[in-house]
Antibody, heavy 122, light 111 residues
Framework: QLKLQESGPGLVKPSETLSLTCTVS????????WTWIRQSPGKGPEWLGY???????DYNPSLKSRVSISADTTKNQVSLRLTSLTAADTAVYYC????????????????WGQGTLVIVSS | QSVLTQPPSVSGAPGQRVAISCTGS?????????VHWYQQLAGTAPKLLIY???NRPSGVPDRFSGSKSGTSASLAITGLQAEDEAEYFC???????????FGGGTKLTVL
């Protein structure tokens, strides 16, 4: 059974860079798409971007200049980097596997990790 | 303000049927992009409930069903149970934003 676990600092200062890691167990990160999604308090989820195992990436245009996603296949981990943080970036950050389908578009996300809360504050 | 609009809350008594709407526009649901639904129990991560408008993953009870028409989609839950109390989100794609988009979420209360 595939399991995803996010980890990273719970508190970061404004203007700093956030780095989060998603450790995948029960399967290899090769052969799939991996997505980062965040959810601010009381709001719906926001898609941040995805990484394909072949290295292709796509990011939400609203964040494109600040976000990057990468992978370490030796550790079976997917990482998120978000720069120039502000209070608006305070959220629970989730990683998820993006299920690929030739029938439906867009793809869907399953499973999700448990999420990690990131607070941006001085 | 989410691109996909959901009612903030719905409620129903045990055994009843409720429906949750997800209203989009011509650049997302109306552009024939598919809709997926997630259930988020309190304090947990979202869980896939419906994919491809009306398909249930293995393990999801058939009390849950989805539909899509025009610029809207809907999630129906029949035979409400206390364990269904959760937040529900819809997800699709918007061609104007060139991004995956989610609804703002609907809190279901089982009376």
């Amino acid at each position: 059974q595939l399991k995803l676990q996010e980890s990273g600092p719970g508190l970061v200062k404004p203007s700093e860079t956030l780095s989060l890691t998603c450790t995948v167990s029960g399967g290899s990160i090769s052969s799939f798409f991996w997505t980062w999604i965040r959810q601010s308090p009381g709001k719906g989820p926001e898609w941040l971007g995805y990484l394909h195992y072949n290295g292709d990436t796509d990011y939400n245009p609203s964040l494109k200049s600040r976000v990057s996603i990468s992978a370490d296949t030796t550790k079976n981990q997917v990482s998120l980097r978000l720069t120039s943080l502000t209070a608006a970036d305070t959220a629970v950050y989730y990683c998820a596997r993006e299920t690929i389908s030739s029938t439906y578009h867009p793809h869907w996300f399953d499973p999700w990790g448990q999420g990690t809360l990131v607070i941006v504050s001085s | 303000q989410s691109v996909l609009t959901q009612p903030p809350s719905v409620s129903g008594a045990p055994g009843q049927r409720v429906a949750i709407s997800c209203t989009g526009s011509g650049s997302n649901i109306g552009a024939n992009y598919d809709v997926h639904w997630y259930q988020q129990l309190a304090g947990t991560a979202p869980k896939l409930l419906i994919y491809g408008n009306n398909n249930r993953p293995s393990g999801v009870p058939d009390r849950f069903s989805g539909s899509k028409s025009g610029t809207s989609a809907s999630l129906a839950i029949t035979g409400l149970q206390a364990e269904d109390e959760a937040e529900y989100f819809c997800q699709s794609y918007d061609s104007s934003l060139t991004a995956v988009v989610f609804g703002g979420g609907t809190k279901l209360t089982v009376l």
